[in-house]
């Protein structure tokens, strides 16, 4: 059963400023080591293409969002404690990642559930589908790591960056949804398709992760937005 709870933003650190400090300290850290640099100082090996241990993968993406989870904020995550948490050498995430960042954002894309397309659907039904993921995970540390992850994300053009490669791809599949409707004569052909590959995602992320209207049912709401939606895009039927 996926786990649409309440994202709980309690488990956030202070965003004005008094964990700056320690956050500061551990960039700085990271910084002196740099990249592919172990303590003594000598320059990890990059082996392109080098096969990755999947256990070893798991458990640095498992220590990020456990470390995300409990309260720790992007800018206090150093790859000391990640690589302390899951138990390996900080070469053996330097060979994995360019760096915390992109770290960071495969953790988060880690969350998230992949995008269901079923052939043979109809558009509305597949856009009831595409919405039926958004905001969602089966991984309870999901309702701690968004909350906290988007106020960095928003701030660090990096970050966002990153962001974008994630989310875009996500986006392209509503489109894709979307013109496939206009093509087959199921919607308007004068439609603003970004605009309204945004009206269907915003609201169900809202009311997700916000709790915007607690009148609303959750289960019911990616049908109440498409079908809402439909009666402004939808060509009229005779």
Known sequence: MRNTSTVDFSGCP???????SSGGAAAAADRASGP???????????????????????????????????????????????????????????????????????AVKALKLPQPIDE?????????????????????????????????????????????????????RTREVLERGISTGVLRPDIDVEMVALMLTGPVMLQRMLRWSPSIDDATLPERVVDTLLQGIAVPQN
């Open 36 to 106: 592919g640099i172990d303590n003594a100082g000598t320059e990890a090996p990059r082996a392109i293409g080098r096969p990755r241990s999947t256990r070893a993968h798991e458990a640095i993406i498992d220590a990020v969002l456990d470390l995300l989870a409990e309260g720790t904020s992007v800018g206090e995550l150093s790859i000391e404690a990640v690589a302390a948490r899951a138990g390996v050498g900080k070469a053996t995430i330097y060979r994995r990642w360019s760096g915390k960042n992109d770290l960071i954002l495969e």
């Open 14 to 20: 202070d965003f004005s400023g008094s964990t700056a």
């Open 120 to 172: 043979g659907l109809s558009v509305r039904d597949n856009l009831v589908q595409l919405l039926s993921v958004v905001s969602v995970s089966v991984d309870p540390r999901a309702a701690q790591v968004f909350p906290c992850i988007v106020p960095e994300v928003l701030r660090n053009p990096e970050l966002w960056g990153l962001y974008q490669q994630i989310v875009e791809p996500r986006r392209a």
